[in-house]
């Protein structure tokens, strides 16, 4: 489980704790040990701990030059750019009169930050997969040995990858209504009727690998018969290095929705009646709309025709960075028969998340909770329980004999969220940009 550097001065590694729920979540905490052995006496050595978290991008493109002969050479780069999320630095303590051989054992417990990103990874689609685009959040938890005479012990560092999911998305719902609006279906640039249509989602914020649900009625009032009706979730991630981007989408959840009656076409008779009075509606016209309208309201409302999104566990939770955006959209379609006919759509966004069932039991209320009425005698409080002092892990057999210091324990409060500057290289070239001047922050607020 964990990470160790074995030398002739010494050894260092760091054993985490497996998490409670098995994954390391934003808000809750990290534990572990980092064991360190000098090889010979030393004095004085320093020991700490770091957490880091990145968005790091790799972006492909082309440039084409001229090769002298007339024609063109097209060769592929690469733009690598690196932006720091959150750094948390932990002093674990001092190792003083080292013995040749001496292991030592530093437990700590590290709280996340409760607005970290979830850790993935994103590539382009593209033909060689050593040679695509991608973008990633990925976090390390560092330990780093100081002092004691290069012989000893030097600047030692170890580090591991952990991955971390973001806060469970809250258990209150954001329901989504599209109220029942017609859309009028256009034949080579002539109107062949109309399609009234609603929508409802019932909760638009979705943890990863949960189910996504969609009540859907539509009445036809054109020519065109409608031949299926589908919804789906599609991911899209763009991601930026420089002046340079990449991105990547795919649907992530798909389904149809069941025919009803309300899906055939009318007749040119009915069609020619409806035409002649919309364009001079009587009040008997306007309480039928006002009908259609609320027939539809009342279906999408009774759950009529549902489709239930199976969200894909490979989703990519939704994050705005300074490098990489992630967003998510649903889609409504409805398919009508006929060549060069409109297609129309209804697109809601939805925010993809850590479920909500990550979230750790909620304590119970007594204040709530009826309880008969009895007679009570006063008597002293007891005094609140002191807070424990986390205690330290079993640590790996060959540390049994460790000295093992006082645990550290360290909060949110210690972490430095975000960074003024963004990390790129080119060709074996590197520099640091400000964010301000790079004007890379991506608003995503193209449709597709």
Not at 31 to 39: E, L, P
Not at 192 to 216: K, L, Q, S
Not at 270 to 289: A, C, F, I, N, W
Not at 379 to 394: C, D, F, G, R
């Amino acid at each position: 489980m964990g990470n160790s550097i074995a030398k002739s001065q010494g050894t260092l590694s760091i054993v985490l704790d497996a998490p409670p729920s098995g994954n390391y979540i934003a808000g809750q905490k990290v534990t572990g040990s980092v064991y360190a052995q000098s090889k010979r006496a030393t004095s004085n050595v320093h020991i700490d701990a770091y957490i880091s978290g990145k968005e790091r991008s790799r972006v492909r493109y082309t440039e084409s030059h001229s090769n002298g002969n007339g024609g063109t050479t097209t060769s592929t780069k690469y733009k690598y750019s690196t932006r720091q999320i959150v750094r948390m630095t932990v002093n674990l303590g001092n190792m003083s009169n080292v013995q040749a051989g001496t292991k030592h054992r530093f437990p700590f417990q590290i709280e996340l930050p409760s607005d970290l990103p979830s850790s993935f990874f994103c590539a382009e689609s593209y033909t060689n997969s050593q040679s695509r685009g991608y973008c990633k959040i990925d976090y390390k938890i560092k330990a780093e040995l100081t002092g004691g005479g290069s012989g000893t012990f030097g600047n030692h560092k170890v580090e591991q990858i952990i991955n971390v999911m973001a806060a469970p998305l809250p258990i209150q719902p954001v329901p989504n209504l599209v109220p029942p609006i017609s859309k009028r279906i256009f034949f080579c640039c002539c109107s062949v009727g109309t399609v009234t249509m609603g929508a409802r989602v019932a909760n638009t914020r979705v943890g990863v690998g949960e189910t996504a649900i969609v009540d859907f009625a539509c009445k036809n009032q054109s020519l065109r018969a409608i031949q299926k009706v589908e919804v789906d979730v599609k991911e899209r991630v763009h991601w930026t290095g420089g002046s340079r981007s990449n991105s990547a989408q795919r649907t992530i959840a798909s389904q149809r929705f069941q025919p009803t009656a309300r899906w055939q076409q009318i007749s040119k008779d009915e069609h020619k009646s409806l035409k002649v009075k919309s364009k001079s509606p009587t009040d008997t016209y306007r309480d039928q709309q006002r009908r259609l309208l609320q027939m539809i309201y009342d279906a999408i409302h009774d759950g009529e025709n549902r489709a239930l999104l199976n969200i894909s566990r490979a989703g990519i939770p939704s994050y705005q960075g300074s490098l990489i955006t992630a967003s998510h959209r649903l889609k409504i379609k409805i398919y009508t028969s006929g060549e060069c006919t409109e297609n129309p759509t209804i697109k809601i966004p939805i925010y993809l998340g850590t479920p909500s069932s990550f979230l750790p039991p909620q304590p119970v209320n007594e204040a709530e909770i009826a309880v008969p009425t009895v007679t009570a005698v006063a008597v002293p409080s007891a005094p609140p329980p002191a807070t424990p002092s986390p205690l330290p892990s079993a640590p790996p057999a060959e540390w049994d004999d460790a000295l093992t210091a006082t645990p550290v324990t360290v909060g949110q409060s210690v972490a430095v969220v975000g960074g003024d500057a963004i990390w790129e290289e080119e060709d074996g070239q590197n520099s640091f940009v400000p964010v301000a001047a790079a004007a890379i922050l991506y608003l995503h607020c193209q449709t597709y």
